[in-house]
């Protein structure tokens, strides 16, 4: 166990070392030049060399590479070019909001969708699967501005004046102002964000649920008297847990994509909006440092999901 | 995989032997009517119809937008800017007095140019990529490592990243999200090969002394197109919502082409008083990908039956 934990440990770094050299080398490979581009329509010539400078255009490839992966590792992702301030200091401010919002989703996501899956299976060519399945379908095609603008309209604004106006429409609380206040700003965009996560677990997890249903031991099972509950919940799921966690591990990108779009609908000031004004000012060590974040927060959600496998299914071993 | 190619071998058969006795007992086998194979083709695949359907409205109404009582969707005329929607404005006017149902509409066209371009690019890329790495040993551990890589970057943020260093136009955009997709499709079709490469047939093929192109030609790519075509079907529905999300957050096409997420992003500075600027083309997004997805279900029971029993 320990030697494969060191082994999948250390496979996640060359992955990671080429999520950086590509980040990075997209300044040298985009078409036209870089340094116009960011440095705008208006900018003077002493700008541009400016810009040039700061990210280094103006050395070689592979030494500003090296250079550039030292400070990173040494946790400085560099300087904004439009605020001037460190870019691990602006992310640092907009961390909270984004970590609440995509933990919630994900939590909620979990609760809502693995029951859905399971009822589907359970219901399997009844209206109960078709209705799931046909809410899937939805979930995966209403993009995540869609609902979320819908959510705030009728749950924030009452705009189909159904007294439903329980949330406030925009904002978001920290929660050392209480928890209370912090949750109430996050149900819509979570709810929004959740939608397409939300039809993936459920579908696979019908998926895995039918497979594993009919197997010769859930039979066994129920031949022998245990309650259809106990057959679902602990012998069915827990040998389905696989396919379902791995799918939670991979869905974790669709939360990190949503996240930018949910914090713009729902003006919440995290890290998904920093990306957004950093796209609008050009800001690319901005950009940069938030896609290197996520990327690696990714990439370690699926190396615990891995681990997670021997949990569920203690016949894995490595 | 081998699943994909066992559905045409009970078609064959049975169209064969509808040839022969057809030839000697003419009277014996009742004449096929067009229009019931219609309907039992609605019957057997509803999804495909009904995603079918609903994508060629869209696609009628992207193509005939012209005629379709739209004026010019750029014509500004700030004296009528946010008007409710009424009989002469169907879907209202945004606050620079632009018609939004024109907008919406001429807005099909680029939601539609970019979903199926990306689906395009990234399948034939993607199937180049996987072919050459399910076929050549060395060169297959150093591409899938890069696609590790790309792929452990959420889709969004390498459109985003990618975006942020060019200029917007419709042509940079299709180019961000194909380059966020091809990794999907290149780990499948390199699957698909590596699975095949044990199939006997191609065993066969390789012992009696056929070129690997031709095997490739012959018995690889053919196997390869119905997971392709069901992926790329998702590949689209993803595409357009990836459109719709750069331009809305201002990374996407340039604000002077209307695409749906353009309008909205319009829109979304007023949209707690003129929620219908938001609506039209949320609405009409949704259904587009609603269709590609429902097509996308369709060709994947039909194509992959084994498929179909597991999601």
């Known amino acids: ?318 | 995989m081998s699943a994909t190619a066992l559905p045409d071998a009970p078609v064959a058969t049975a169209s064969a032997a509808h040839v022969t006795p057809a030839s000697a007992m003419p009277d014996v086998l009742p004449a096929v009517r067009p229009r019931g194979r219609v309907l039992t083709f609605i019957r057997r695949y509803p999804t495909i119809f009904a995603g079918g359907l609903l994508l060629a409205v869209i696609l009628f109404i992207a193509v005939a937008a012209p005629l379709l009582g739209t004026t010019d969707p750029t014509a500004l005329a700030p004296a009528k800017r946010t008007r409710e929607p009424s009989m002469l404005y169907w879907f209202g006017t945004d606050m620079l007095g632009r018609d939004i149902y024109s907008r919406v509409l001429y807005g099909a066209r680029v939601s539609l140019i970019v979903g199926f371009s990306v689906a395009l690019l990234a399948s034939v890329i993607g199937m180049v990529i996987g072919l050459v790495s399910g076929f050549v040993r060395w060169a297959d551990s150093v591409i899938m490592r890069v696609m590790d890589g790309l792929m452990s970057i959420p889709p969004i943020l390498l459109a985003i990243a990618l975006m942020a260093l060019t200029r917007g136009s419709v042509g940079n955009v299709v180019t961000a999200i194909t380059i966020a997709e091809i990794p999907r499709v290149s780990r499948l079709v390199r699957g698909v090969v590596l699975s095949l490469r044990e199939q006997p047939y191609v065993e066969a093929a390789v012992a009696s002394g056929t070129r690997v192109p031709l095997i490739i030609w012959r018995h690889i790519v053919p196997n390869t197109l119905a997971p392709i075509t069901v992926q790329a079907t998702y590949i689209c529905a993803s595409a357009m919502i990836t459109e719709a999300i750069l331009s809305f957050i201002g990374a996407g096409t340039p604000p002077i082409i209307p695409s749906w997420g353009n309008i909205m992003a319009e829109g979304r500075a007023l949209w707690q008083v003129k929620p219908y600027i938001v609506f039209f083309p949320a609405v009409f997004l949704s259904l587009t990908v609603l269709a590609v997805n429902l097509l996308g279900d369709g060709l994947r029971d039909a194509l992959d039956p084994r498929m179909a029993k597991r999601v």
Request: proline fraction near 5%.
């Open chain 1, 1 to 318: 166990m320990l030697g494969y934990l060191t082994r999948r440990v250390l496979a996640t770094i060359p992955v990671m070392a080429i999520v950086a050299l590509f980040v990075f080398s997209l300044l040298y490979i985009a078409p036209g030049d870089p340094a116009a581009i960011i440095a705008g329509d208006q900018a003077t010539p002493a700008d541009v060399e400016r810009i040039r400078a700061g990210l280094g255009l103006d050395r070689p490839f592979l030494i500003r590479f090296g250079e550039w992966l030292w400070q990173v590792l040494r946790g400085d992702l560099g300087v904004s070019i439009f605020t001037n301030l460190p870019v691990t200091r602006l992310i640092q401010q907009r961390l909270e909001p984004t970590v609440s919002l995509m933990v919630l989703t994900l939590i909620l996501s979990i609760i809502v969708a693995v029951p859905m899956g399971v009822l589907a299976a359970w219901n399997q060519g009844t209206w109960i699967d078709r209705v799931i399945m046909v809410l899937a379908v939805f979930g995966f095609s209403v993009p995540v501005f869609v609902v979320g603008y819908l959510l705030a309209y009728v749950f924030a604004l009452d705009g189909f004046g159904l007294g439903l106006d329980w949330f406030p429409v925009q904002g978001y609380t920290p929660l050392a102002r209480g928890f209370g206040p912090w949750l109430s700003n996050l149900v819509l965009p979570s709810v929004a964000l959740g939608g397409v996560y939300i039809a993936l677990i459920a579908r696979i997890t019908r998926a895995t649920m039918l497979e594993v249903l009919s197997q010769d031991y859930i039979r066994t099972a129920k031949a022998k008297g245990v309650g259809s509950r106990t057959v679902l919940f602990l012998h069915a799921l827990k040998n389905a847990a696989v396919p379902i966690v791995t799918v939670i591990g991979i869905g974790v990108a669709l939360l990190i994509g949503g996240a930018v779009v949910t914090e713009s609908v729902f003006a919440i000031p995290g890290l998904g909006r920093l990306v957004v004004d950093a796209i609008l000012r050009r800001d690319y060590p901005v950009i940069q440092g938030v896609v290197l974040l996520f990327s690696f927060v990714y990439v370690l959600v699926n190396l615990g999901v891995d681990l997670l496998y021997t949990v569920f299914d203690p016949r894995i071993r490595y």
